[in-house]
C-alpha cells in the first residue's frame, strides 16, 4: 500500500491546511518535545513514542516529556526507557521545555491532563500542536487536530503521517508502538473499531515488519502476580445492581498496599464485569489518597459513560471508554454513584 493507493477518506480525515502547517512547523525546527496526558496508557505512549522516532528519523532533536513515569505493563515499548519524566529528572524536564521550538501534546485535550507540566508548556514560547481524538478539546494550540471519530491518538497519528508523506520514515519499532497505541484504545479491536479503514492501517504496519501477535501477548497476556492477585480480588468482591445493569469494582489505599500496588495492575479490570449479559456498564473506583478517587467506566451498546463522567465526576472521555474523579473518601463516592443510579437507567437500551 502507498500514498497514491491510498483509501479517499485518509484524504479528508484531517484538512490539508493543517497537515500542511504541522509540517512547515516540523521542517523549520530544531528542538522537539513530545508529550502526553499524565499516568499515561498505551495510546498515549504508543503515539508520543512512535512519534518522536520519527521526528529523529527526519533528523529533528526529539524527546518524549511526561509528568510521571509508564506503567510496568507498557516498559516493553521501543523508547519508552528513553522517556524523561517531571517525577524523576524535573530540571531536565524545565530546561527540554524551556528550550523547545515545536511541543506536541497528544492524547489529550486539556492542559490540566498534564498535571506539573502544564505550567511549564504555558511559559513555553514552542508553537504548539495538538494531536487527539477525545471530545470537546479546551487546549490553545497553534493547529489543533482533533477527531474523536478515529478510535485513537495512535491512529490518527498514522494518518496525520500518512497525510504528510511520512510513513516512509516510520520503522518496525515506531509501527509497533502505533499498532500498540491503537489495540489498548480498542480493547484488542473489541469496541470503536468498525472502521474498515482502521484494518488499512494495520496491514501496513504489519508490512512494517510488527509481530501482531507477540504484541497481543506482552500487552494482554502478560501480567505480574500482584496485578493477577488483585484484580481476582477486586472481581471477587464485585457488585452487580441488576436493576441497574451495573457493575461495580472498587479498592481502598489499604487494600492496594496490601497486594503490593503499583501503575498499570489494574489495566483492563474495569472491562471484566462487561463479560456479564447483564451488565451494560461498568464502573471502576480506586482510591489513590485519603481524598482521591479515580474513576474508570466502559459501556457496551449505545450506554454512554461519557455522559455519566461529564455530568457528575467531573470527567468525560468516549461513548464506550470515560473516566473522572471523586475528591473525597471512596465510601463518599461509592454513595454518589448509588445515587445517581436511577438517573441514568432512561438510557438503557
Keep these: 500500500m502507498n500514498n497514491n493507493s491510498r483509501p479517499s477518506r485518509f484524504n479528508t480525515v484531517i484538512d490539508n491546511d493543517s497537515v500542511e502547517r504541522v509540517k512547515q512547523f516540523v ?9 502526553c496526558h499524565v499516568s499515561p496508557d498505551g495510546d498515549a505512549l504508543g503515539s508520543s513514542t512512535a512519534l518522536c522516532s520519527v521526528l529523529r528519523a527526519m533528523g529533528k532533536d526529539a524527546v518524549v516529556v ?5 506503567p510496568k505493563a507498557l516498559q516493553f515499548l521501543p523508547g519508552v526507557r528513553d522517556i524523561v519524566t517531571l517525577t524523576r529528572q524535573p530540571e531536565r524536564v524545565r530546561e ?5 521550538d515545536l511541543v ?3 492524547d489529550f485535550n486539556d492542559l490540566g491532563r ?3 507540566l502544564a505550567s511549564l508548556i504555558e511559559l513555553s514560547g514552542a508553537r504548539r500542536v495538538v494531536i487527539d481524538h477525545h471530545l470537546s478539546p479546551v487546549i490553545e494550540a497553534d493547529v489543533i487536530i482533533s477527531r474523536p471519530e478515529v478510535s485513537s491518538t495512535s491512529a490518527l497519528l498514522y494518518i496525520f503521517l500518512w497525510q504528510a508523506y511520512w510513513v516512509r520514515y516510520l520503522n518496525r519499532a515506531a509501527a509497533a508502538c502505533i499498532y500498540t497505541g491503537m489495540m489498548t ?9 468498525n472502521d474498515p479503514d482502521l484494518y488499512l492501517i494495520i496491514y501496513d504496519l504489519m508490512r512494517k515488519g510488527i509481530d501482531k501477535d507477540n504484541l497481543y501477548k506482552l500487552v494482554m497476556d502478560t501480567s505480574s502476580e500482584s496485578s493477577v492477585r488483585i484484580m481476582g480480588y477486586a472481581q471477587y468482591r464485585m457488585q452487580v445492581i441488576r436493576d441497574h445493569r451495573v457493575a461495580i469494582l472498587s479498592l481502598n489505599s489499604d487494600e492496594l498496599k496490601e497486594f503490593e500496588y503499583s501503575k498499570g495492575d489494574t489495566e483492563g479490570l474495569v472491562n471484566r464485569p462487561l463479560a456479564i449479559p447483564d451488565v451494560t456498564w461498568s464502573v471502576f473506583m480506586r482510591e489513590d489518597a485519603p481524598d482521591l478517587v479515580k474513576i474508570s467506566m466502559r459501556s457496551k451498546g449505545d450506554f454512554s459513560v461519557s455522559r455519566v463522567c461529564e455530568e457528575c465526576f467531573g470527567g468525560g472521555g468516549h461513548a464506550n471508554a470515560a473516566g473522572g474523579e471523586f475528591k473525597g473518601s471512596l465510601s463518599d463516592a461509592l454513595s454518589k454513584l448509588l445515587e445517581i443510579l436511577p438517573n441514568y437507567d432512561k438510557y438503557l437500551s
Design 114 to 116: 498534564v498535571d506539573r
Design 66 to 70: 511526561t509528568a510521571d513515569c509508564a
Design 96 to 100: 527540554l521545555i524551556a528550550g523547545a
Design 27 to 35: 521542517l523549520a525546527s530544531r528542538h522537539v518535545v513530545v508529550t
Design 104 to 106: 506536541f501534546c497528544l
Design 185 to 193: 484504545d480498542t480493547g484488542n479491536f473489541s469496541y470503536n473499531s
